[in-house]
């Protein structure tokens, strides 16, 4: 409460003007309730998101949702908003990002790690290239690492796909090179072809059943599409080989990986111990890349708890080491969790700015994943301010962006987040409509408990039960 009052203290000429636009929106919500008696429920859902994205999530976890405006009516017909109660709702909801910050793929498989394995692959390629005997050959290799080195992984892609179609038809004596292929390819075309890189990293688990980057792979896969259990099933398979092999770098992402679905099923002390494992290994190989993806991690959790200033405190050495590597991705994400942490604490300036921030770097990098959990996390901002035809635009952004990497998690939480908007609206119909796809997606990923709070959502908002089903 001393909290608020400071807000009120502090933006009361922001609160007088918010609340001469919310009354329209708030009333119309207050006659979707027969008598008025009922207090409504507008659910906003967040997302964040990478290990890389907002969560170096985004991916990347789970969603709340939380009462747009109280509204009590009086014998006298008057309605009146509790404001403090209205600013703890967007408080709420700011928090409820932390936990969606930590699904994404981004983290688990964050960009960082994406950089690491395009230097790896453009080491694969040099030593291909040292090999060629055949001058077109030969300058193939040369323009997919030119199209890597420039950012340009398109043409890498195209070059593995082609040599893991020549390997796989020669036959098991080829086997480990077209598995290493496949990785390839699944690596380059996650981030633009869920399902083209779904079909490559399991091929090469069957073609190479050793190949423990296959199964770390398989398994970021599975968390981007909502799967936990296959996920840490294909995470502890890669852990299991990087330790047969002595691979310390492979260890560290395992445990990485492995702390990012604990984040995700909300074990937060099981998910700190692996990231602690992951730091203690990175730490020791001296690797930047690795510390700063588990120091966004670490925030994430300490964001999840409460703890403020050790999230901030997490995400700044984060940032530091982002900013000395160069890393677009990096700082992309941390800027996206700063922005969390301002929105909780009220400072709404600096939260639109970060999120916007980031938002540029994704858009600088194509990054799709990494745009959806921002523009989420812009719709909500712009939801809390009323301004409902910004924040439904940037709820389909999101939306679109989540069907074109088939995230059927970020997807249901668009469709839920754009249901809160119809519901404010007035539109009881088209919110339920998106409350029921919500729902569907939810039930389908097996994510029981934000099934349960869409469907309390609709019985209190009075959907037809046909539209939960």
């Not at 970060?354 to 523009?375: H, Q, T």
């Amino acid at each position: 409460m001393e909290i608020l009052l400071k807000f009120l203290g502090d933006h009361w000429k922001w609160v007088i003007a918010t609340l001469i636009a919310l009354p329209g929106g708030l009333l119309a919500y207050k006659r979707l309730f027969k008598n008025g008696e009922k207090s409504g429920h507008s659910p906003t859902q967040n997302t964040s998101g990478s290990g890389n994205n907002p969560v170096q999530i985004g991916d990347g976890a789970q969603v709340g949702g939380y009462v747009v405006g109280q509204q009590t009516v009086h014998n006298h017909g008057g309605a009146i908003i509790d404001v403090n109660k209205l600013i703890e709702q967007f408080i709420e909801q700011q928090k409820s990002h932390a936990k969606e910050i930590h699904e994404k793929d981004k983290q688990l498989a964050n960009s960082e790690e994406e950089k690491r394995q395009l230097t790896k692959t453009r080491e694969v390629l040099r030593v291909e290239r040292a090999r060629a005997k055949d001058e077109n050959r030969a300058r193939e290799i040369d323009q997919a690492i030119a199209a890597i080195s420039k950012g340009n992984p398109k043409e890498a892609e195209n070059f593995f796909e082609g040599v893991f179609k020549r390997e796989q038809v020669l036959g098991k004596e080829a086997d480990e090179r077209a598995s290493q292929a496949a990785v390839h390819v699944a690596t380059l075309a996650r981030y633009h072809n869920i399902k083209k890189a779904l079909f490559y990293a399991g091929k090469a688990t069957e073609l190479d059943p050793g190949n423990a980057a296959a199964w770390n792979l398989l398994g970021i896969i599975y968390v981007i599409r909502g799967d936990l259990e296959k996920a840490e099933e294909y995470s502890r398979k890669a852990l299991e080989i990087f330790e047969a092999l002595g691979s310390k770098e492979g260890i560290a992402a395992a445990y990485n990986n492995l702390g990012v679905i604990y984040n995700t099923r909300n074990d937060l002390d099981q998910a700190e111990a692996m990231y602690r494992r992951a730091l203690e290994i990175n730490e020791t190989l001296g690797s930047k890349e690795g510390m700063a993806q588990v120091y966004t991690n670490l925030g994430n959790i300490y964001l999840t708890r409460e703890e403020l200033e050790e999230a901030e405190d997490h995400y700044r050495e984060a940032l530091k080491l982002h900013e000395k590597l160069g890393s677009k991705e990096g700082m992309a994400v941390v800027f996206a969790n700063l922005g969390s942490i301002y929105g909780i604490r009220n400072d709404l300036k600096r939260a639109e700015d970060n999120y916007r921030k980031a938002l540029e770097f994704n858009e600088d990098l194509d990054n799709k994943e990494g745009m959806a959990v921002v523009s989420v996390n812009l719709g909500n901002l712009y939801k809390f301010r009323n301004e409902l035809q910004k924040a439904e635009d940037y709820y389909r952004e999101a939306l679109k962006f989540n069907i074109e990497l088939d995230r059927k998690k970020g997807m249901a939480i668009a469709y839920g987040n754009l249901g809160s908007v119809y519901l404010t609206r007035g539109d009881l119909g088209k919110a339920c409509t998106h409350w029921g796809k919500a729902l569907a997606l939810y039930r389908e990923i097996g994510i029981e408990d934000e099934a349960e709070a869409v469907q309390s959502w609709m019985k209190e908002a009075g959907c037809p039960e046909n539209a939960k089903q």
